[in-house]
């Protein structure tokens, strides 16, 4: 059984190629660290293919002023184009790029930022100032394209991440965008960004109604540091009733978030934990096995055959 961040490698995958995802479900079995350097590698091929057009975009670029170049580009270049160029073109020019970035709008950035060379993004995106950073972010979440403002997000700033938790107040837009981030360190970044108030809200979408936001929020609790998870995995799921706890566990199976679950089982009480076998929805050892694959996560497998075993007399 896979697990959000290898999903998300492959839809990444998938959107490169612009082949179906579900075309490439085989490589699940690989891991979100090999597909994402098979993801990593193929990219760079790619735009490295295209360098020598880039070049000679490239050299046009001083002869044409900042508000010219912007307005052309609005109405006269396709979005995709402009994303698949301007890697190239702003790193030739890194004292224009963002003053020329500034003069377009939101929307148009947000067309062309799915088709940016990976590679520039960690350079560029820290230089962006958050008034221009921000309303395109909120624009691709507005798309609910998580996968492409999480791709910025991982290079964001302090400031540009404080501009973000104070501007969107879509808490499941955010939960959802943070779940495709991988590092960690910028994962804990966010919520040390947030007040605790925020942090128990963004929590609290395990119960939102839809496995994948269940499923993301699960992924956010099993990554981030324990002094974030702790308390709000407790926030959560302490305080759910039985009938609550049962259409939580339904959402997870539905969401293909029983890894993500075993992930955050050691921060729950054991009533809570017994809660949860109680409801029926964790009683398939099969698919509980195949997503204990870490030592956290059969740690989490062993605390739900505890809790069964408790509940069951004749299975003691």
């Given at each position: ?21 579900e ?17 990593i ?37 396709p979005s ?22 500034v ?30 950073l ?19 997000v ?33 994962l ?6 947030a ?55 339904a ?23 017994r809660g949860?076998?109680?409801?029926g ?18 740690a989490?497998?062993q605390?739900?055959?505890a ?10």
């Open positions: 059984m896979s697990d959000l961040v290898t999903r998300a490698q492959i839809t990444m995958l998938a959107q490169l190629l612009e082949v179906d995802a075309q490439l479900r085989g490589l699940e079995r690989l891991g979100a660290d090999t597909v994402e350097e098979l993801r590698g193929l990219s760079s091929a790619l735009f490295d293919a295209l360098a020598t057009v880039f070049t000679r975009v490239s050299k046009l670029a001083p002869l044409i002023p900042d508000a010219l170049a912007a307005t052309v580009a609005m109405k006269a270049v995709e184009v402009a994303g698949r160029a301007g890697g190239a073109v702003g790193m030739d020019h890194q004292h224009r790029a963002a003053t020329l970035m003069r377009m709008s939101s929307g148009y950035l947000a067309d062309a930022a799915p088709y940016v060379d990976p590679r520039v993004i960690p350079f560029f995106a820290p230089k962006l100032p958050f008034t221009l921000v309303p395109t972010a909120d624009e691709l979440l507005r798309r609910r394209d998580y996968l492409t403002a999480a791709r910025f991982e290079y964001a700033t302090d400031e540009h991440i404080r501009e973000f938790e104070r501007h969107v107040q879509d808490d499941v837009a955010i939960v959802r965008t943070a779940a495709m981030v991988s590092r960690t360190e910028v804990n970044r966010i919520l040390r960004a007040p605790p108030a925020r942090r128990t809200r963004l929590a609290a979408t395990v119960a939102a109604g839809e496995p994948e936001t269940v499923a993301a929020a699960l992924s956010l609790l099993g990554r981030i540091d324990a002094e974030f998870a702790g308390p709000m995995s407790s926030a959560v799921f302490e305080g759910l009733d039985e009938r609550e706890l049962a259409r939580v566990c959402l997870i199976i539905e969401g293909r978030a029983v890894p993500e679950l075993l992930d955050v089982l050691g921060y729950l009480s054991d009533a809570t934990v949860l076998v109680a409801t929805h964790l009683s398939d050892t099969v698919a509980l096995e195949g997503a204990a694959t870490t030592n956290r996560r059969r989490g497998r605390r739900v055959a809790a069964a075993t408790v509940r069951d007399p004749a299975a003691r």
